[in-house]
């Protein structure tokens, strides 16, 4: 688990998975979840693997999640935002009119 | 110092065309040896779409369109006879393939080449239906309003060809291929018995030699008495991010791998020699795509490759034993998944056996010579 190494000058709240989470103005989602003890962002693609970050930099796509319904985001690579709604992305993302299989 | 070769056959080449034609020798009891080049080097073996792909091909070329049709066929026993060497499942899929028509005119100008190839084969080749934009929808329901049409073909399906060609490699470790990479030939010396194969690490004897050497494959055969023409066709392919199953079939431009993500794919340059992937290429293959699933635009795409087929002047494979060096064997083709069942099942028989049946012989390189004449 991350620690913070100062107190957050201003502070956001968003969701996980229905969860309430807090967190500093300017962190990342990634390491704001991280800080909030996150260690599943989301399950793999072909084995539905639990899984986290990686290179923290936008290049492994570990930490995917969907935002605010948007699918397969790169959680590493936006600020989190006041109300973001934040769910794991649980295997294969859809594409729209595809039924859920 | 040259190496003393206990080998029967060296195969010059470990692509999909080197390793299916080296596994196929070994099966069929040869001591087989494989000269590849480095990681680096041009591989339309990690460039190519990976289809099994039969729709269209052979068009005023019945032997072509037959020859392809049978891979085909064979496929599901190859691919269960790599299974059964290596354990690799290489996700073969053949329920069938559309050709997207965007006009009218694209639609007429597919069934007419279907037609010609049906007519010239004398009913011979694939069975096909021509499709309604209806009808094509009632199968595909995600298609875009710009689909006007499809043809559809049920001898077509796809591989994860990067489990095929690593299936290869382990089943020709299996049957004892004495593989050996970083192993670039540059030139080949004809001697009394056999031939001297020369390189950076040094030299090798080998009784007889097959050259599946892809794009070097035209450097190479004039060494040994052989012809095979190429022409320069660089393809360019886009993958997207993975997403669940949308589309079970596959077509010449998209399908959707095993594993869920989308390749797109099929632009062809003439006229460039460099490697690096063009914008404006990938443009124009992402907009032909989303206009016939427009859902795809929703998608991330992650990577984009190109990579150089391996193009005779004609568009055909060679397949030829040297009439002035009898022992060297040449396999030229673009198509070398689609045609890795017959190069494994029927073609490397033939060369363990010393002759290529007179099967082949439409596929000799001397229909170049006849057209350069005339």
Not at chain 2, 45 to 52: C, E, H, Q, T, Y
Not at chain 2, 236 to 252: M, N
Request: overall charge neutral; proline content about 4%; charged content about 20%.
């Amino acid at each position: 688990m991350l620690l913070r190494i100062r107190e957050p000058a201003e502070m956001v709240t968003f969701s996980f998975d229905g969860r309430h989470v807090t967190a500093a103005r300017g962190d990342t989602l990634a390491a704001a979840l991280l800080a909030a003890g996150v260690d599943t962002f989301r399950e793999s693609v072909v084995g539905g693997e639990p899984r986290a970050p990686y290179c923290l930099m936008g290049v492994c796509f570990e930490c995917l999640v969907t935002i605010d319904g948007i699918q397969n985001r790169q959680s590493c690579l936006i600020e989190v935002r006041e109300g973001m709604v934040v769910n794991s992305q649980l295997g294969a993302r859809l594409v729209t009119g595809c039924a859920d299989r | 110092m040259p190496l003393l070769d206990k080998s029967d056959i060296a195969v010059v080449g470990g692509g999909l065309v080197g390793a299916a034609l080296a596994w196929g020798l070994a099966r069929a009891g040869l001591k087989t040896m494989v000269l590849d080049g480095a990681d680096l080097d041009p591989r339309a073996s990690r460039a190519n779409f990976a289809l099994v792909w039969v729709q269209g091909k052979g068009l005023h070329a019945p032997h072509y369109a037959l020859w392809s049709k049978a891979s085909a066929e064979r496929w599901a026993a190859f691919a269960a006879a790599l299974a059964e060497d290596t354990g690799i499942d290489v996700a073969l899929s053949q329920r069938g393939a559309f050709s997207f028509a965007l006009s009218l005119g694209e639609l007429d100008g597919l069934a007419a080449e279907l037609e010609q190839i049906a007519i010239e084969t004398g009913g011979a080749a694939a069975p096909y239906e021509i499709l309604t934009a209806q009808e094509t929808r009632r199968h595909l329901p995600l298609v875009g309003p710009d689909v006007v049409g499809a043809a559809y073909s049920p001898a077509d399906g796809h591989v994860n060809s990067l489990r095929l060609f690593r299936a290869l490699h382990a089943a020709m470790r299996h049957r004892g291929v004495d593989y050996r990479s970083g192993h670039a030939v540059e030139r080949i010396e004809p001697q009394g018995n056999g031939f001297r194969l020369v390189g950076a690490y040094g030299a090798i004897a080998a009784r007889r030699i097959l050259l599946a050497a892809g794009t070097d494959n035209q450097r190479l055969a004039a060494m040994v008495g052989l012809h095979a023409p190429l022409k320069r066709s660089k393809g360019q392919i886009l993958v997207t991010e993975k997403c669940r199953p949308f589309f079970e079939y596959t077509s010449a431009t998209i399908r959707q791998t095993d594993e869920g993500g989308v390749m797109i794919g099929d632009s062809e340059e003439t006229h460039t020699s460099a490697i690096a992937t063009k914008q404006e290429i990938s443009a124009v293959l992402a907009n032909r795509a989303m206009r016939v699933f427009p859902c795809l635009a929703e998608l991330n795409v992650v990577r984009s490759w190109a990579g150089f087929r391996v193009k005779t002047q004609d568009g055909l494979p060679i397949y030829e034993q040297s009439a002035s060096h009898p022992g060297a064997f040449i396999v030229v083709c673009h198509s070398g998944v689609t045609l890795a069942a017959n190069h494994a099942l029927v073609v490397a028989p033939q060369i363990a056996a010393g002759t290529l049946s007179t099967d082949l012989a439409p596929f000799h390189s001397r229909r170049f010579h006849a057209s350069e004449n005339s």
